[in-house]
């Protein structure tokens, strides 16, 4: 059976969001605060997590920033009182999969928690380890060099990436890659996805100006080729 851990203090919201998930059919773990979610993450890693961004002792954004350390392809959906878009592109910056605010709609979050599983379903079927010209790449443990020197990447910049090598060759466009890696319709701006495809040239192209391996296809998206 498929597990959620739900990380969150608030009482009332834990026994709201246990009869969600219990009832489609999840088995469900509740833990109070950051420290006891990461404790429970360590000793039996769950299909997904629900995770409150304001905790006690530890915030919700360390959590989530140890929890995509630990386990990369972990579903992580937010829920915050705070709308404020700042928030959620540092949140999807520490490898956030989606993001919900209070008060929030049960129907609409099991379906973004659900649509985050599929997601990290898709991308754990790409091999972990992956190269081209003299970029390696470690998915699982989140690394990456270049002739041999390390390259820091964020953790949505190796979401990006993986979804890349997963569909090399084919032409994705931006609302896809918004989608798809991001998890968000109605996200600020399609700017972000060339925001991110720009800094993933600037690190491992050798002319970034001319790219070889991620591709501008004019009017369509973009394409990654090996």
């Known amino acids: 059976m498929e597990k959620i851990l739900i990380v969150e203090d608030d009482r009332a919201v834990q026994k709201a969001l246990k009869h969600l998930f219990v009832s489609t059919g999840y088995a469900v773990e509740v833990a109070r605060d950051g420290k006891a979610g990461l404790e429970s993450l360590a000793s039996a890693p769950p299909?997904?997590?629900?995770l409150d961004l304001r905790l006690p002792e530890i915030s919700g954004q360390e959590v989530c920033r140890q929890m995509k350390k630990s386990l990369p392809t972990l579903p992580v959906?937010?829920?915050s009182a705070c709308s404020d878009v700042v928030d959620k592109v540092l949140l999807l910056e520490l490898g956030a999969d989606d993001y919900v605010t209070k008060p929030f709609s049960p129907r609409e979050l099991l379906a973004r928690v659900q649509a985050s599983i599929r997601r990290a379903t898709r991308l754990s079927a790409t091999p972990d380890i992956f190269a081209f010209d003299d970029v390696s790449i470690n998915f699982n443990k989140m690394e990456l060099t270049q002739a041999g020197q390390p390259?820091?990447?964020t953790a949505q910049e190796f979401k990006v990436l993986r979804f890349f090598v997963q569909n090399q060759d084919r032409v994705i466009s931006r609302e896809?890659?918004?989608?798809?890696?991001?998890g968000y319709q109605s996200y600020p701006s399609t700017r972000t996805v060339d925001n991110h495809i720009l800094r993933l040239r600037q690190k491992l192209e050798k002319d970034p100006s001319r790219p070889n391996h991620f591709k501008t296809m004019h009017g369509a998206g973009y394409k990654f080729v090996r």
Do not use: K
Request: charge should be negative; avoid cysteine.
């Open 176 to 182: 896809e890659l918004l989608n798809e890696v991001w």
């Open 151 to 153: 390259v820091q990447l």
């Open 47 to 50: 299909t997904a997590v629900v």
């Open 77 to 79: 959906v937010v829920l």
